[in-house]
């Protein structure tokens, strides 16, 4: 059975996750009101993506006799300055993301709680490519430094991306 640290802990990270989701279809909102439909595509699939990963947690806590508890859900913010801004601003949180992972697996490895340590071992697989991802995107942003043709051509290869 899950003891109640890591309980609690992981009750948190559903809470983390769940706001990554709704930070994303934010994004994918702004950008869809500048027309950038390939952009919030991209911000689609990754609010897909972490309401999966919530339901890891969720589905996980289940499995071990927990018991799940939610929270309430910050308002993600709606306006940004500029294309390369949310991407900066999804590679920090991710960045984030990764640290609470970190420190789940600490408690794992604390409490020998293996299951959870291999649980915890895709996820920390899963940070190095969202990290990885996101820095591309900033990367081609600052290359491109949002001249219109080639904004244009990155919103058409973000389009095409699809959910794993
Ligand atoms: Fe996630
Ligand atoms: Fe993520």
Redesign the pocket.
């Known amino acids: 059975m899950i003891k109640k640290p890591m309980q609690d802990l992981m009750n948190e990270q559903i809470n ?2 769940l706001f ?1 989701s709704y930070l994303y279809l934010s994004m994918a909102a702004y950008f869809e009101d500048k027309n950038l439909p390939g952009f919030a595509n991209w911000m689609r699939i990754q609010a897909d ?2 309401r999966e ?2 339901m890891k947690f969720y589905d996980f806590i289940l499995e071990r006799g927990g018991r799940v508890q939610l929270k309430a859900i910050e308002a993600p913010k709606t306006d940004w300055g500029s294309n390369l801004e949310v991407a900066e601003e999804v590679a920090a949180h ?1 960045a984030k ?1 990764t640290a609470s992972i970190n420190d789940l697996y600490e408690l794992a490895l604390k409490e020998k709680d293996y299951p959870s340590q291999v649980m915890l071992q895709w ?1 920390i697989t ?2 190095v490519e ?1 990290e990885s991802n996101a820095a591309q995107v900033v990367a081609d942003l600052k290359l491109i430094e949002e001249r219109g043709t080639a904004v244009l051509m990155l919103d058409k290869q973000l389009g095409k991306r699809q959910a794993e």
Request: zero cysteines.
């Open positions: 983390k996750e990554s993506e972490e990963h919530a991710e993301v996820f899963e940070q969202e």
